[in-house]
């Protein structure tokens, strides 16, 4: 509950209640669900204030706790565990306030000031945060979905163990697509995202100057025309990392698992820090295997990569569809110089196949191009395949049909013999010159297979 004597102090106006704050400024005012909306703004000092910590204040709990705190002076005030959702609080100065364990769902932030806040574990869903300044605030544990951040300032804001509800953080709040991942357009220049999880999220020409992606997991991430000069990637995820026309300039990279990315010859990797890699995940298959990369070792061996397309396939390979492909790959793109370089097992069934390039040959689009080519002729052949098999089938039963007519005709002719030992006398009887099969003749030089069948004739018949 609130302090009886604070309150009666706010109670007598903005002069009263600022000359009290001046005068006694060790005292920390405890106002908890209390706030006099009609003088809040601008004018009250409320810095160091305790406002509700652990209940619900919203006009339905507190009457005096208003909705609209656009302005209000929190500095440092004490809002942790606090459910503030739906409330605005644009260009409210929140300079230092705690507000970790907050359930910050729908607020509009606008232009608010959050410099080095406590965000920790916050519940931050449909939040509004339009230019505000989050230098140096704490959101490592927050749980982030569709909240707008654009034009919001970022330097040195904390992003650790972040855990995004949704898989997108949009732009604009109108544009809620459940189809793409998480997309940082905006500036993140400093931004400490050391552990977060952007496994596949789209951060292409995002500012990352100087940011810390310690440990963060990047896996199948976008990073195509991002700014990551002197960006933390140390012991970071990289796996299957698009990172074309990127700018690494100075990064570092030691410790990172490079499995499978891909670069292109815009790729800056100028000056990086870089004692090892890994190029498998779970660090495995550490490179160098035991001492570190002498300088630029790292830079000139991922120049090789430039000369390469990685081809995956995970449920082995149809190499008709594959020479299809690849011949006309070599027909709309010639001059890149393509050749099949190596082909590798690589667990669970999966197969590498190493495509050698043209150093400036676009490595995305003859990937893309090769496995649309592919997967249509894959298509293509396997209507062939079953037509085959239907084909197959009819000669199959045609040819146990004629087996069957072969049998029969076996059988005939060991009763006609048989006949015969047992009454030699009717052997005249029966014409074994040249009997007919089927309609043919068959005699002792010539059989025609195809004519077998029919019935063996008995002149006395």
């Known amino acids: 509950m609130a302090n009886e004597e604070h309150l009666a102090i706010l109670n007598q106006g903005v002069e009263v209640w600022n000359d009290w704050r001046k005068e006694n400024p060790y005292i920390i005012p405890d106002l908890s669900g209390n706030i006099i909306h009609h003088w809040y703004s601008e004018e009250a000092e409320f810095k160091g204030i305790i406002v ?22 929190l500095n440092k005030a004490d809002l942790s565990r606090s459910d503030i959702s739906n409330i605005e609080l644009k260009q409210a100065n929140l300079n230092g306030a705690n507000l970790s364990g907050a ?4 607020t509009d932030f606008t232009d608010a000031d959050l410099t080095n806040a406590d965000v920790i574990g916050a519940l931050i869903d449909g939040a509004i945060l339009i230019r505000a300044n989050l230098t140096n605030a704490d959101l490592s544990g927050a749980h982030i979905g569709y909240s707008d951040f654009t034009g919001a300032m970022l330097n040195g804001t904390k992003f ?3 855990k995004f509800n949704v898989d997108a953080i949009h732009l604009s709040r109108t544009d809620y697509s459940y189809l793409q991942k998480f997309v940082f357009k905006f500036n993140l220049s400093k931004a400490n995202l050391s552990e977060a999880n952007l496994m596949g999220y789209d951060l292409s020409k995002a500012n990352l100057l100087k940011t810390n992606l310690k440990g963060a997991n990047l896996s199948d991430a976008n990073l195509s025309h991002a700014n990551l000069t002197k960006a933390d990637l140390s012991e970071a995820n990289l796996t299957r990392v698009q990172a074309l026309s990127t700018d690494f300039t100075s990064a570092n990279f030691t410790g990172s698992c490079l499995e499978d ?3 292109n010859s815009a790729t800056r990797l100028d000056d990086v820090i870089c004692d090892y890699i890994y190029l498998r995940q779970n660090q495995q298959e550490r490179r160098p295997s035991s001492g570190n990369f002498a300088p630029r070792e790292f830079t000139q061996r991922s120049q090789k990569l430039l000369e390469t397309v990685d081809l995956f396939f995970r449920n082995g390979i149809d190499w008709d569809a594959f020479a299809y492909s690849f011949k006309k790959l070599e027909v709309e793109n010639q001059g890149s110089q393509l050749d099949v370089q190596s082909i590798e097992k690589k667990g669970d069934g999966v197969l590498l196949v190493r495509v050698a390039v043209a150093p400036d040959v676009d490595k995305a689009k003859i990937e893309n ?21 239907e084909d197959k089938d009819s000669l199959v039963i045609k040819q146990e049909a004629q087996i069957n007519r072969l049998f029969d005709i076996v059988e005939q002719q060991e009763s006609v013999q048989k006949a015969l030992l047992e009454n030699p006398r009717k052997v005249s009887n029966y014409n074994m010159q040249n009997p007919q099969f089927a309609g043919g003749i068959a005699d002792g030089n010539n059989v025609d297979v195809q004519q077998l069948g029919g019935n063996i004739q008995n002149k006395d018949a």
């Open 103 to 106: 359930n910050l769902n729908e």
């Open 369 to 389: 191009d090769f496995m649309q080519g592919y997967e249509f002729a894959n298509k293509a052949l396997e209507a062939q395949y079953k037509a085959r098999l």
């Open 261 to 263: 990315w891909n670069i």
């Open 160 to 162: 650790a163990r972040v």
């Open 52 to 73: 509700s910590p652990g209940i619900h204040i919203s006009d339905n709990q507190c009457k005096y706790f208003p909705k609209n705190l656009n302005g209000i002076n």
